[in-house]
């Protein structure tokens, strides 16, 4: 009798687990997607260029602390963001640096020719390797990348002034670089 009464109670435990374990995910972020890279090397790579230009190579960045933007001309919050680039380019605080992630190299070079290119050297990821070794979800996707090359922080999606300020300055403040 007592062995009946725990099988029909087995059920119950089991909902009332599963329902504890969803409501812990209620408090989470669901815009945040976690990145097993944090703190790690960055992936060695060497990168064709766009259009004849020089490429991009890890060793490209090696000493200073810099930016590693994914971006594609087929992607609508690239394009949300390049003036925010490009002003960071103008104001020269920090290098950034473009990986273009499956994308037409005439495609990207009229996005750049459109609005404006603010990449100090651009590698031309054609087959997504690169940043599947980076961990890229989509783009636009940005790397904070320290001195010592390692990966101190990723931004998934454009980066906003809030963003900007919030969390990549005081990054950028911790590792010396603006």
Known sequence: MAVRRLFYLLPVALFAILA????????????????AMIDKPAPEFALPGLAGKPGLAKMDFAGQVALVNFFASWCAPCREEQPFLMRLAKEGRIPVYGIDYKDKP????????????????????????????????????????????????RQVGPITEEDWTKKIQPILTELGAS
């Not at 504890?20 to 990145?35: C, I, K, N, T, V």
């Not at 989509?138 to 090359?149: L, S």
């Open 20 to 35: 504890a374990w969803l409501a812990g995910g209620l408090d989470r972020d669901p815009s945040f997607l976690p990145s």
């Open 106 to 153: 005439e495609a990207a070079r009229a996005l750049l020719a459109e609005l404006g290119d603010p990449y100090r050297r651009i590698g031309v990821d054609a087959l997504g390797r690169t940043a599947i070794d980076f961990g890229v979800y989509g783009v636009p996707e940005t790397y904070v990348i320290d001195r010592a090359g390692r990966i101190r922080y």
